[in-house]
């Protein structure tokens, strides 16, 4: 097959939010998302895909992402231009409050996208990595179910990294 | 707007994030609960974690800054160091990240050591620890012994390799996945090798080297090829690199051609020769060389495809580099804190 195809109308998507939103897609973007890929690979793409783990807010985000790599990636632009210009983008991308960061990872895992899973993932370390025990308790919504005693054996063996 | 306020992460995404964090952050992070605690004790995490985290070179001098005294560096394997106590030749396994120490039992013979290394067994998922050191016997002639420590039951066994005389051989070393060979490369006869399968405690001796495979033996390199397969290398006059891979240990069976290599970088870089450069692994399509100087020890990597050279650490840095830090999690059963060293380390 060739892959010139100017001439023919571009194939579109529509995805369904959790809270209702219809977005369409072009399906450069829609076959980033792997779990969307297996459903149009398998023809079951039709009306539209139904996204039950994804808010409006959130999915607009993903969306976003996906184009600019997949406008990137096919622009023309030398491999070295791309990856720079990709990194820009991701950095800015990443610049969300936490609680964004923190939903824009477990879409990223859902709909399977692996370079935003790695990327809010990575960051999400960055983020957490000097906070305090009860700071990222707080942050990722779990709860200590240590007794105390069990909790200072534990700090007791690598009190140093307390420090 | 928001629907899922409190947000609760299922346990393979915690395992992706926590995954590129500093050991000191993932030994804190332990107390955050017991979900948590499991994620980053379990030994599946510690690999994929100990992938990611950054490497970087330890030199001797910063080596010898950070460490306590008293103590020699021998080797390193997954984020461990083994290093042996000056006074006491007692060997330890302590892993820098996470400062903790097993104490091992003194090797049965600690004089003329000529090669310490780990070895990890997968079947069994033990460590063991190859200590050669040799025996000298009457007049030139040498016996190598072969002193395996088992880690998972802290006793040390003994083989010995057949009497050679070094005036007659030239002794290579290598290791590759759970075997140990010994390269005897005549200088005048035959050579041969040794081979040591650490996972049976099991040694051939002896194995003879087709000596048509070179036509100068002074130069040959043992190195690792892919696939765990091993390789002699030779670079000839025309600066090429000739290599012969060893196809089966067992059937002593050789690859039916050599592979040839041009070696064109020795052109851009006068300082490297034939007789300082020394191939050590291949990765993929790279190999791997020690350039080796008075004063310093460079690597470099040669990619066979494009023919680049690319330096691992720049050449004018002059310190001999130890060994390629990755800091992990491992942990060997019996490991304890490293409490009474405290005042040895930075702060």
Known sequence: MSSSTELTEKKVFLLKSLDGVIFEVEESVAV????????????????????????????????????HHAETCSGGTSATIADEDLKTFDNEFMNVDENILLELCSAADYLDIKSLFELTCRTLASLIKDRTIIEVRKMFNVENDFSVVEEKAVRKEFAWAFK | MRMMRGLFLPNHIICEILSWLPVKSLLRFKCVCKTWFNIIQDPEFITIHMVRAPCSWVYQSTYNENSCANFTFSTYWQGLVLERNNSTNAYRLRNPATRQILDLPCPPSHQNIIYINI???????????????????????????????????????????????????????????????????????????????LENDRITRDIKIPRKLFLDWKNVHALNWKDGKLALACIDQKQQLNLWILEDDKKNKWAETKITISLTFLKDYPSMSSQNI??????????????????SQDIFVFDIESREVDFQTSPTTKKKILYIDKPSLTYIKGMHPETQKVKCSEK
């Open chain 2, 119 to 197: 070895f990890f067994i997968p079947k069994t998922s033990d460590l063991k620890l190859l200590n050669i050191s040799c025996l000298q016997e009457e007049g030139d002639i040498h016996t190598k012994r072969y002193n395996i420590l088992s880690i998972n039951d802290l006793t040390w066994k003994y083989v010995d390799s057949t009497s050679c005389d070094p005036t007659k051989f030239q002794v290579r070393k290598l290791h590759a996945e759970t075997k140990f060979y010994l390269f005897k490369l005549g200088l005048v006869g035959d050579s041969y090798f040794d081979c040591l399968d």
């Open chain 1, 32 to 67: 980033q998302l792997e779990v969307i890929r297996e459903l149009i690979e398998g023809d079951c793409a039709r009306p539209f895909i139904s996204l039950y783990n994804v808010t409006s807010e959130i999915l607009a985000l993903v969306i976003e992402y996906c184009k």
């Open chain 2, 278 to 295: 020394i191939p050590w692994t291949v990765k993929e399509n790279q190999i791997w060389w020690y350039h080796v100087t008075d004063d």
